[in-house]
């Protein structure tokens, strides 16, 4: 919801892009949902229409991984594990970085100035056709080369 305006099909012109039926969510919008922060709202109705089978949602092991060290150490072992757990219960998909994704990872952090977690993000996106859900202003890097959903 934005306000008390809530998106959908409609209102949100991202929710799903026409050419797209997938959307990447790199660990920034997992956390900002988790966290209740800005785009809270959007992953939520990410996250709703993939339940709905409406469109596919797609997480790398890389960004599950991000996501539970960041939780472990800004507060413990427990809420990673209770993460986890969540993460595992949502429509979403999660793959593992097979050597075509890391090939095309390994060729974005060769070329741009991007994290290497990013890399995998952004070559997942450009690998499955989809949208990339991030609120993290270092994928403007690479706006030119993916569709971007910012939080």
Known sequence: ?????????KSNPYFPIKEYSG???DSYALLAFFNNE????IVRDLLMGAAKNK?????????????????????????????????????IQI???????TLKAAH??????????????????????SVLV???KDFSKLDHLIKILWL
């Open 1 to 9: 919801m934005i306000g008390k305006k809530k998106l959908s099909e």
């Open 23 to 25: 959307y990447v969510l």
């Open 38 to 41: 800005k785009g809270v709202e």
């Open 55 to 91: 469109l596919l949602l797609y997480l790398s092991n890389i960004n599950l991984g991000e996501i539970l060290y960041i939780v472990e150490r800004e507060l413990d072992i427990n809420s990673a594990q209770l993460a986890l757990s969540r993460i595992k219960e949502m429509p």
């Open 95 to 101: 793959l593992c970085a097979d050597l075509e994704i």
């Open 108 to 129: 974005f952090k060769a070329n741009y100035p991007v994290s290497y977690t990013d890399a995998f993000t952004a070559a997942l996106a450009v690998l499955k056709g």
């Open 134 to 136: 991030t609120g993290d």
